[in-house]
């Protein structure tokens, strides 16, 4: 067993080179001032106050995170029934699901938001309900694969056991089948809630530009402004945000098991 | 394990065998294998390169990018390149930064087939550091049939916020374009740096979202100017010439009394360019007749090969008669992009402020 940790090195050398230095990189600048000359380090908050000081950027984050609450509360609603029925199909017809719900992600995801924008042109509709029904299509199936994988695992035993001992079936699916997917549900949410709070392509091409999320921010502060100070602040802002999110989350998920 | 050896030197040498395909690549007097060139996205004619690396024994390796910004930030990363393709305040702001190299002009042996409209202009006085590709100027792209074009010839710049049209438009989603349409429909200077200016600019921005509900786009707006997506936008000149082309409701209009962005890009060479000498080359063979030719017939653009230019809009080339192709000649309200350090992060700041107006 020893000998095998050692293949764990290269993505530990990966993960420092990809993950650990860009970030360390991120916070430097975050906390600098004075553009790109690493020459002159001056260490400040001023990036930071001018976030908080200003009600657009305030504006701007919290829109990202209404976008993305609402996409994941979609998903949930939509993804858990459709996993509840695909759960209960037969062992074959489950497959063939999986695969019909798989399918459209073999497609890259930036064509098929083309597609949407071609599809969506002349609907008339507010380019904010074009970016919910862009965000929820390519989002939904991260949901509904991991609220599937964890109800096909539960043991259906449990479920003629709360049967047995006087449960109806919606009692039985409130004490039994909800709370043993709550782990498939929360992993569904760490996979469509963070994404989405990032997403900044989706937004630009179906809200026709006018639809500024934090992720066209970052984007905008570092390549057209150039000033990387300022867009590693916002995107540092951005990551303690999700952080604080998911620890409410996972901190949600235990307390559910604990019990 | 020793099969997956084998495996790995049988791949190792199959790729070798298909370097050798081009077994003289790097035989040219400057001894490079590569030279690496920085351009726009659909912005060079079909066969340029594979003509070049014929000519030249090398190897092309051609990138793109879609903001003068974004190529910066690249080059300023650290990435060699040894021909970038940028527009004028770029340059401008490249020069200032000591980032270019001068050009050889015992190599550039092409430059008396250059338009002269399109030499010595302010951002490189005596082009010292750029050769022209493209020149144009900006204006509006609207749809015959539904734009009365005398609204447009009427009101210039300030048609965008006529609210008949409302809905109806693109706005260019680039601050510094965005900003060049306010100025010069208030009648200042699009390079100014007075900030009251500025503001009285972005007032008359946010004014425009408010009323106009536009959508902000760049190359998108070009099919959908073309699909009828929307009626008016404004639009660099050469994609303008291409909408024109495949959509025959269209028309274009420079504005003449408030003047519009007279633009050039062109052709340079940064410092840490790793095969200077090949680089010249390639700026010279852009400039010669039928690497003009094939760019401008691909693209769109006005050339700055002068007789290019010419036999394109004249009698029988292919965009006689496409009022786009041909820029309006500069007027004294017309302006080059100057860089304005000064105010850049303003500008910057105040274009999110107006597109979450």
């Given amino acids: 067993m020893?000998?095998?940790?050692?293949?764990?090195?290269?993505?530990?050398?990966?993960?420092?080179?990809?993950?650990?230095?860009?970030?360390?990189?991120?916070?430097?600048?975050?906390?600098?001032?004075?553009?790109?000359?690493?020459?002159?380090?001056?260490?400040?908050?001023?990036?930071?106050?001018?976030?908080?000081?200003?009600?657009?950027?305030?504006?701007?984050?919290?829109?990202?995170?209404?976008?993305?609450?609402?996409?994941?509360?979609?998903c949930i609603l939509i993804g858990y029934p459709s996993a509840y029925f695909m759960a209960k199909l037969k062992s074959n017809s489950q497959g063939v699901m999986?695969?019909?719900?798989?399918?459209?992600?073999?497609?890259?995801?930036?064509?098929?938001?083309?597609?949407?924008?071609?599809?969506?042109?002349?609907?008339?509709?507010?380019?904010?309900?074009?970016?919910?029904?862009?965000?929820?299509?390519?989002?939904?199936?991260f949901m509904i694969l991991q609220i599937y994988t964890s109800l096909s695992k539960l043991d259906q035993s449990l479920i003629v056991a709360a049967h047995d001992l006087g449960c109806d079936n919606k009692k039985a699916f409130l004490k039994v089948t909800l709370p043993l997917s709550i782990p498939g549900i929360i992993s569904g949410i760490t996979l469509v809630f963070l994404p989405a709070v990032s997403s900044f392509f989706i937004?630009?091409?179906?809200?026709?530009?006018?639809?500024?999320?934090?992720?066209?921010?970052?984007?905008?502060?570092?390549?057209?402004?150039?000033?990387?100070?300022?867009?590693?602040?916002?995107?540092?802002?951005?990551?303690?945000?999700i952080l604080i999110s998911m620890y409410f989350t996972r901190k949600f998920d235990y307390s559910k098991e604990d019990r | 394990m020793k099969n997956l050896l084998k495996a790995l030197v049988l791949v190792l040498l199959l790729t070798?065998?298909?370097?050798?395909?081009?077994?003289?690549?790097?035989?040219n007097e400057y001894g490079c294998e590569v030279l690496n060139v920085y351009n726009w996205g659909e912005y060079i004619g079909e066969d340029v390169?594979?003509?070049?690396?014929?000519?030249?024994?090398?190897?092309?390796?051609?990138?793109?990018?879609?903001?003068?910004?974004?190529?910066?930030?690249?080059?300023?990363?650290?990435?060699?390149?040894?021909?970038?393709?940028?527009?004028?305040?770029?340059?401008?702001?490249?020069?200032?930064?000591?980032?270019?190299?001068?050009?050889?002009?015992?190599?550039?042996?092409?430059?008396?087939?250059?338009?002269?409209?399109?030499?010595?202009?302010?951002?490189?006085?005596?082009?010292?550091?750029?050769?022209?590709?493209?020149w144009g100027n900006v204006g509006i792209v609207y749809d015959k049939t539904i734009v009365d074009p005398s609204d447009?010839?009427?009101?210039?710049?300030?048609?965008?916020?006529?609210?008949?049209?409302?809905?109806?438009?693109?706005?260019?989603?680039?601050?510094r374009d965005s900003f060049m349409v306010a100025l010069k429909a208030l009648g200042y200077s699009m390079n100014t740096t007075n900030e009251d200016e500025i503001q009285e600019a972005y007032e008359w921005l946010v004014d425009l979202q408010k009323t106009m509900a536009p959508a902000y786009a760049t190359d998108e707006a070009i099919d959908g100017l073309i699909y009828g997506e929307k009626a008016m936008?404004?639009?660099?000149?050469?994609?303008?010439?291409?909408?024109?082309?495949?959509?025959?409701?269209?028309?274009?209009?420079?504005p003449e009394k408030m003047g519009t962005n007279y633009w050039n890009d062109a052709m340079v060479i940064p410092k840490d360019a790793e095969c200077p000498g090949l680089a010249n080359e390639f700026i010279n063979y852009i400039l010669t007749y039928e690497a003009s030719y094939d760019n401008t017939a691909t693209v769109g653009y006005a050339s700055a090969n002068a007789e290019v230019f010419e036999d394109m809009a004249n009698e029988g080339g292919m965009y006689e008669g496409n009022p786009a192709f041909k820029p309006r000649p500069q007027n004294e309200k017309d302006e080059v992009f100057a860089n304005i350090e000064e105010v850049r992060e303003l500008i910057s700041e105040l274009w999110i402020k107006v597109k979450n107006s």
């Fill in chain 1, 2 to 74: 020893k000998s095998f940790r050692r293949l764990v090195y290269p993505y530990l050398v990966w993960a420092i080179i990809f993950i650990v230095l860009p970030m360390l990189m991120i916070v430097f600048y975050a906390f600098t001032a004075e553009g790109n000359s690493v020459m002159t380090i001056n260490f400040t908050l001023e990036n930071f106050w001018r976030f908080f000081s200003d009600s657009i950027f305030i504006n701007v984050l919290l829109r990202s995170l209404k976008l993305a609450l609402i996409t994941t509360l979609i």
């Fill in chain 1, 98 to 141: 999986v695969l019909l719900i798989t399918l459209p992600m073999w497609i890259n995801m930036l064509v098929r938001t083309y597609a949407w924008r071609g599809l969506l042109l002349e609907s008339g509709l507010d380019p904010e309900i074009k970016v919910y029904i862009g965000m929820i299509y390519n989002f939904l199936p």
């Fill in chain 1, 203 to 241: 937004p630009k091409l179906l809200g026709g530009g006018s639809y500024v999320l934090v992720g066209n921010l970052v984007e905008n502060y570092f390549v057209t402004t150039g000033d990387w100070n300022f867009g590693s602040a916002i995107s540092l802002i951005m990551t303690i945000v």
């Fill in chain 2, 16 to 27: 070798l065998v298909g370097c050798g395909d081009s077994a003289n690549v790097g035989d």
């Fill in chain 2, 49 to 134: 390169i594979a003509n070049f690396e014929d000519e030249f024994n090398v190897s092309v390796n051609y990138s793109l990018f879609d903001s003068n910004e974004a190529m910066y930030t690249k080059v300023l990363g650290g990435t060699h390149y040894d021909v970038l393709i940028p527009s004028d305040y770029m340059i401008e702001r490249m020069i200032d930064e000591d980032l270019l190299q001068p050009l050889d002009k015992s190599i550039i042996t092409n430059m008396d087939l250059l338009y002269e409209g399109t030499l010595n202009k302010p951002y490189d006085m005596d082009n010292t550091y750029s050769i022209p590709y493209f």
């Fill in chain 2, 152 to 175: 447009v010839e009427n009101e210039e710049w300030e048609v965008l916020k006529n609210e008949k049209y409302a809905g109806q438009i693109y706005m260019y989603d680039s601050e």
């Fill in chain 2, 233 to 254: 936008g404004v639009m660099y000149s050469g994609d303008a010439a291409y909408i024109l082309s495949e959509n025959e409701n269209m028309a274009f209009y420079a």
